[in-house]
Structure formats: structure tokens, C-alpha cells
């Protein structure tokens, strides 16, 4: 037996009768739901294209300024 296992799409999970029930028994309105999705995918779009531009972490550049600064003073 095989599964075809595709990401659901927002609207999807906002309409899907399972994801409904765990809402309703969490007590977390649809609405917060979709807001909740919709911070996530800005959150992982801006991930996303950080990554695609090679921007170093802050301790990186920080320690690459430290060398750079400290090679110069010799």
C-alpha cells in the first residue's frame, strides 16, 4: 500500500473536517487559525529568501568585523 502525502494548501486545512474538530476541541477559532497560517508563511517566505541571499547570521558578521578591524591595528 502506498500514500501520496501532498501539502495542503491554507485554504484546504481552513475547510478540512478533521483539522475543524481539533479546533473546536482546542477552542481556537477559525479565524486565529488562518492568522496563525498566514504568520507562518510570511515567517518561512522571509526565511526563505534571507537564505536565498547568503545573509550571514549577526555572530558571524560580527566576528568577521573583529578580525578584520584587528588585522589592520598590526
Known amino acids: 500500500m502506498t500514500y501520496d502525502f501532498q501539502d495542503m494548501t491554507m485554504s484546504e486545512m481552513l475547510r478540512d473536517p478533521m483539522i475543524r474538530l481539533m479546533l473546536r476541541a482546542d477552542g481556537v477559532s477559525l479565524s486565529d487559525f488562518a492568522s496563525m497560517l498566514d504568520d507562518a508563511a510570511r515567517q518561512s517566505s522571509k526565511s526563505s529568501r534571507n537564505a536565498k541571499l547568503a545573509i550571514p547570521a549577526p ?14 591595528a598590526v
Request: positive net charge; contains cysteine.
Open 59 to 72: 555572530h558571524i558578521i560580527c566576528q568577521n568585523a573583529s578580525q578584520m578591524c584587528s588585522s589592520r
